[in-house]
């Protein structure tokens, strides 16, 4: 097809526009009214030497509301969620070769320029949208990771890392990170590599074994596909290794004995066969293949250790989700929360919906989403980004079998009724394409929406249209048909579908003005805020008569009525430890739920690793969640974690336990989570998650030393001496040390986890550095010359960059710079 001179016209200019977005303030001189926080930042677009003569808009993605903009020549609208327009005022005109800055005020704060969303688009009547080159994303040589070249850099701490008179935090900065890294102490030397580190383990007297010529493996109870993967780590030869089916030990747990020639593993299941292999496995990374004599005793605990991955708000396909499987195998959790569906997509083949997966699984720049979802999140509006796309029946298939073949469960989830925005768009093409068939009964059959219904809400990501009707029999025939068929899909893959998280989360204000629900509320005297906790007992009823345990976030579910609700409930608490997380979780466990610490103090993987505002990742719930925090954290007494964990504003703050936890219940276990709204690559994933997804499963699988022994109704204050600093200081060190170990475990299996950059400081013209985990490789350099490598102080003169660098040397983290 030809292209028009109008579209060329938009084309050039897409091309060449300058698009500069940079961040003033955090702490500007006033906020409008009711606006508590706010911050100001500009938007700087220069225009190419021809400008079209055609009107055009441009769109872009901010996930903070816009309050005001101060512009001359521009106008600022919200499309829905986080999409906005900026049109050229009437009667004004744009010169070529000028720039022009647009003042923008939005709500709340903007502490790392990774915030910022990619991809504005040009856009004209008539013609095809455009992606503003200079809003792309780039790749970073030496880190691999992705950059936004188009967001300037933020320097001015006093303006930029606070926005709250009380806020305490500071950025870690090289000479900041040298302080805390020095304070932590050098690495254990390594003699059980082993990670999570097993409950007991001694190192005999005896001949060493050589494990050189391989195993010779003998099965007596198992079968040797049961723990095939767990296997195919080793070196197979000669050595006999037995591995027998051993009455007396705890699920999930294992005896491993190397002596006198042989390796031999007692296991009580297959899950504990597995987790002996992969312990011998690490052991040999340590120590090589002739191991001094070892026993090891070892079982969880707890019976829950998850990691959530959303695939919903940016896609990561199978090969992304296969790798991390066999990492969570390697590591022991054995719990996969799978995040499906939410506003800004739909991530699963439904053979019977078929618009889920084609409307709802991709963003394009199709505002009346007829073929695709709006743009959301800065999304490449590209068919085939990265970003866009679904796991088939297939996909899903090959899912379940790598996981069920490492003892691992995948729970699915698809949020509802608020986020839901994907499944609604998905189903308003399917209806209007069966009205046009004349079909009004199939067209309204899976509808979620009530034509009728003018209420008028904003969800907590400002949408006004994520919200499925919870009072139209149509809802709830969509939920069954889509539950069915992912039972339907398990039960094919031979992996029963045992639990299915709703969601349940974050329900705007809807249904007021709905007459459907006026008609519910009505007949059975409720409230509109009490419908949502109607319709989760009503799911969770429906997935009970199906043999299936219902899944939730704990905000939701705390508001149904136990008594209505099912037996096995599975509650997600994800309140931050100042933040009510304490009472919720222990009040949820005493309704005999199983309670699963989502904590983001302890495990919002989204978050950033440390306050800089070169890291990636949201910032609601904490300004930082680095691996000592991770490690330290104290999962069977909350209260407790206020010696350790400030609060958002960096300021110590005891924690009560208001809601005791009663006698018989207890914490089921502990899941990371990561959410993707700003996690656009899978090398990003591996960022996010590793190191610190390592603490947490040794914090999963094993009680830290320093956790004082719950006492019910007993609050603690920061740095409480009842938590004893001396131990977790001595249980990182050890940490420390077999991380040397993981990270070259990493490295093979192709994980891009975060290298922190080295803590450094100048003193008297010497520079000295040391890094997160003592050990990793640092190198510096002076004035852009050559890198070299850092083996101890050294005289420099100047200003001096320095970086980490893995194990294998391929990867290097960001690098920072010190001055005298």
Not at 560 to 575: C, E, F, H, K, L
Request: with cysteine; proline share 7%.
């Amino acid at each position: 097809m030809a292209v028009t001179p109008a579209q060329a016209d938009l084309d050039r200019m897409a091309a060449t526009m300058g698009y500069r977005y940079t961040i003033l303030t955090n702490r500007p001189a006033s906020c409008p009214t009711a606006t508590p926080r706010c911050f100001d930042a500009d938007i700087a677009i220069t225009m190419p030497d021809a400008v079209p003569g055609v009107p055009f808009e441009i769109r872009y993605s901010l996930v903070n509301p816009v309050l005001r903009i101060d512009s001359d020549l521009f106008d600022n609208r919200m499309v829905n969620g986080d999409l906005n327009i900026l049109t050229v005022k009437p009667g004004q005109s744009l010169k070529p070769g000028q720039t022009y800055h647009i003042k923008l005020t939005a709500v709340g704060a903007f502490f790392s320029r990774n915030h910022m969303m990619p991809h504005a688009m040009l856009a004209a009547p008539g013609l095809v949208p455009r992606v503003i080159a200079a809003t792309r994303t780039g790749t970073d040589a030496e880190t691999g990771l992705e950059t936004l070249p188009f967001v300037a850099p933020m320097t001015d701490e006093a303006a930029l890392a606070r926005s709250a008179p009380d806020d305490r935090t500071v950025w870690r900065t090289p000479e900041r990170a040298f302080a805390l890294y020095a304070g932590r102490g050098a690495a254990t030397p390594v003699d059980v590599a082993i990670l999570p580190r097993p409950m007991t383990v001694v190192r005999p007297a005896g001949a060493p074994v050589d494990l050189s010529k391989g195993l010779r493996v003998t099965m007596q109870g198992f079968a040797r596909a049961a723990i095939a993967p767990a296997l195919a780590g080793l070196p197979m030869g000669t050595v006999p290794l037995t591995i027998r089916k051993q009455a007396g030990i705890a699920p999930e747990g294992y005896r491993l004995t190397v002596a006198d020639g042989r390796v031999t593993i007692m296991a009580a299941d297959a899950a504990g066969a597995s987790y002996a292999l992969r312990s011998l496995t690490q052991q040999m990374a340590g120590e090589g293949r002739t191991l001094r004599p070892l026993t090891v005793e070892d079982a969880p605990r707890y019976g829950f250790r998850g990691l959530h991955i959303d695939l919903a708000r940016n896609f990561h396909g199978k090969a992304e989700i296969l790798k991390l499987i066999e990492q969570m195998a390697a590591y022991k959790l054995n719990r996969l929360h799978l995040h499906l569906g939410d506003d800004e997509g739909w991530r699963l083949q439904i053979a019977s919906l078929p618009e889920l997966a084609e409307v709802g699984a991709y963003r394009c720049a199709d505002l009346s989403e007829k073929t695709c979802l709006q743009p959301q999140l800065g999304a490449d509006p590209a068919r085939d980004a990265a970003t866009n796309g679904y796991l088939t029946a297939a996909d899903y298939s090959d899912i379940l079998h790598a996981a069920a073949a490492r003892q691992i469960e995948v729970i699915p989830s698809f949020d509802m009724p608020g986020h839901s925005r994907a499944a609604i768009r998905s189903m308003e093409v399917r209806y209007q394409r069966l009205m046009a068939k004349g079909d009004r009964a199939g067209a309204e059959r899976y509808r979620l929406v009530e034509p009728g219904d003018t209420t008028r809400y904003s969800s907590v990501q400002h949408y006004d249209d994520n919200t499925l009707n919870v009072c139209i029999d149509s809802s709830y025939r969509f939920i069954g048909a889509v539950i069915d068929a992912i039972a339907a899909l398990h039960k094919a893959a031979g992996v029963p579908l045992t639990t299915y998280h709703i969601g349940a989360d974050e329900t705007a204000g809807a249904w007021k003005d709905s007459p459907a629900c006026k008609v519910t509320m009505e007949r059975e005297g409720l409230q509109p805020q009490q419908l949502g906790a109607r319709f989760i007992e009503r799911v969770a009823g429906d997935l009970a008569r199906r043999g299936i345990a219902v899944a939730g976030w704990s905000d939701g579910l705390g508001h149904t009525d136990p008594a209505r609700m099912p037996t096995a409930v599975q509650t997600n608490i994800w309140s931050g430890l100042h933040g009510g997380g304490v009472a919720e979780a222990h009040g949820q466990a005493n309704r005999g739920w199983k309670t699963v610490l989502s904590i983001p103090d302890l495990g919002y993987f989204d978050m950033p690793y440390a306050a800089d505002p070169n890291e990636t990742g949201y910032d609601w719930a904490s300004r930082g969640v680095d691996s000592f925090q991770v490690f330290g954290f104290m999962p069977g007494n909350l209260a407790a974690n206020a010696a350790l964990i400030p609060n958002i504003l960096a300021q110590p703050k005891p924690i009560a336990d208001t809601v005791p936890l009663q006698s018989g219940r207890a914490i089921a276990g502990i899941q990371a989570q990561l959410w993707s709204e700003t996690v656009r690559r899978d090398s990003q994933v591996d960022y996010m998650l590793f190191p610190r997804l390592l603490a947490l499963a040794e914090r999963a699988w094993r009680k830290p030393e320093w956790e004082p022994a719950y006492v019910a109704g007993v609050g603690y204050m920061p740095g409480d001496v009842r938590v004893d600093h001396a131990r977790l200081l001595a249980g990182w060190r050890d940490f420390a040390g077999r991380m040397g170990v993981q990270m070259r475990m990493l490295d093979r299996a192709g994980v891009t986890y975060r290298l922190a950059p080295p803590g450094a400081r100048i003193v008297g013209g010497t520079l000295e550095a040391n890094a997160e985990f003592p050990g990793t490789p640092i190198e510096y350099r002076t004035g852009g010359t050559a890198w070299r490598r850092y083996d101890g102080p050294v005289a420099v003169m100047g200003a001096v960059d320095l970086r980490t660098r893995t194990p294998d040397g391929r990867r290097a983290s960001r690098t920072v710079t010190v001055s005298p």
